[in-house]
């Protein structure tokens, strides 16, 4: 399960998700100007974005036997990621939101995501292929 590269990205976003979760929401004391994640802080905690993500990819690590499902809830997480990076860019102008560091998260996650789904497609494919033979 956890030698599979696929669960090594999934586990990348889960650690760098729940990093988020308890950072920010434990110095909600900061004004938004002290903090590192300026409005991303606020974002987070109005939707449970990175909540929902999460539990999320920790239910997508533990189904490695079922790769249809692992492409549904990917598929999942990157129309989430997609509707988060809009209202990301929706709450204020795109000058502020490009300097903001709320938006490497967004890039990494994309690219985790991206490349997990391409590598359970690709075990897919090698399962479906073997199975062809016998």
């Known amino acids: 399960m956890i030698q599979r590269i696929q669960s090594l990205y999934m586990l ?3 650690t760098i998700n729940l990093f ?3 950072s920010i929401n ?3 004391y900061m ?5 590192y994640f300026g409005h991303f802080r606020i974002y987070l905690n ?3 974005f990175s909540e929902i993500i999460s539990s999320l990819i920790l239910l997508n690590i533990f189904l490695f036997r079922y790769q249809k499902i692992q492409l549904i809830i990917l598929k999942l997480v990157g129309f989430i ?3 988060g990076l809009f ?3 929706d709450q204020r102008l795109i000058s502020q939101s490009l300097k903001d560091l709320g938006l490497f998260y967004f890039i990494i996650s994309f690219i985790l995501v991206y490349l997990s789904h391409k590598a359970i497609s690709k075990d897919k494919s090698i399962i479906d292929s073997s199975n062809r033979l016998r």
């Open 12 to 14: 990348i976003i889960l």
């Open 20 to 22: 988020l979760i308890f």
């Open 26 to 28: 434990s110095h909600s």
């Open 31 to 35: 004004s938004n100007s002290e903090n």
């Open 46 to 48: 109005e939707y449970y």
């Open 81 to 83: 990621l997609i509707y």
């Open 87 to 89: 209202n990301f860019f």
